[in-house]
């Protein structure tokens, strides 16, 4: 929750994040903290290996999910795709898209309920797919990490009205 926006609310577990009724309103807005982006970055990072997590992104209108460097520029607007250290899927506006540098408009057949998000290290891989369905969703292939990097999530920006949580699920 260090890197939280200071307008969400994190859960004390920090596997919920919701926008609004922040406890952190007046916090100080340190380097960590992202302050446009309504984004939060996981506290587990890693550098080998493969690592994978799902979130519940049901009735949710917008969202960023995905996995950043630890070092990332957290500070006014972002562009979240790879050159900035952001590999995200986005739903905004109704469209799903991949945050890469052509902002690649995702075909997807239903709305994903929960997304999971497959990373292999070595093999520069980050792999999106929808759970419920057992679809894929996208791939960022021949990736090439050399700093360490965490689970993202993002409502977006102070446009999103929805109060429904992003939720990191552990029950795969």
């Known amino acids: 929750a260090d890197t939280a926006h200071p ?6 577990d920090g596997k919920q ?21 309504l984004g939060v970055v996981g506290k587990d990072g890693f550098s080998s ?43 905004r506006y109704g469209k799903y898209r991949a945050c890469d540098s052509s902002d690649y408009s995702l075909s997807l057949s239903v709305n994903p ?11 520069g891989l980050v792999s999106f797919n929808d759970v419920k369905s057992m679809s894929h969703i996208y791939s960022f292939t021949d990736q090439s990490f050399n700093k360490k990097l ?14 429904t949580p992003l939720i990191i699920c552990d029950d795969y």
Not at 7 to 12: I, P
Not at 17 to 36: A, L
Not at 153 to 163: H, I, M, T, W
Request: with cysteine.
């Open 49 to 91: 290996g493969c690592f994978y997590f799902e979130v519940q992104v049901k009735e949710q209108t917008k969202w960023f999910l995905g996995v950043t460097t630890e070092s990332v520029n957290r500070k006014g607007f972002i562009r979240l795709r790879p050159d900035n250290g952001y590999w995200t899927v986005r739903l």
């Open 113 to 123: 309920q929960r997304v999971g998000v497959f990373v292999n290290y070595e093999k």
């Open 17 to 37: 994040v919701r926008y609004g009724n922040s406890q952190m309103k007046g916090v100080n807005r340190k380097k960590d903290r992202f302050d446009d982006c």
């Open 7 to 12: 307008d969400l609310t994190v859960s004390d």
């Open 150 to 163: 965490y689970p993202f999530v993002c409502l977006g920006d102070k446009s999103n009205a929805n109060s």
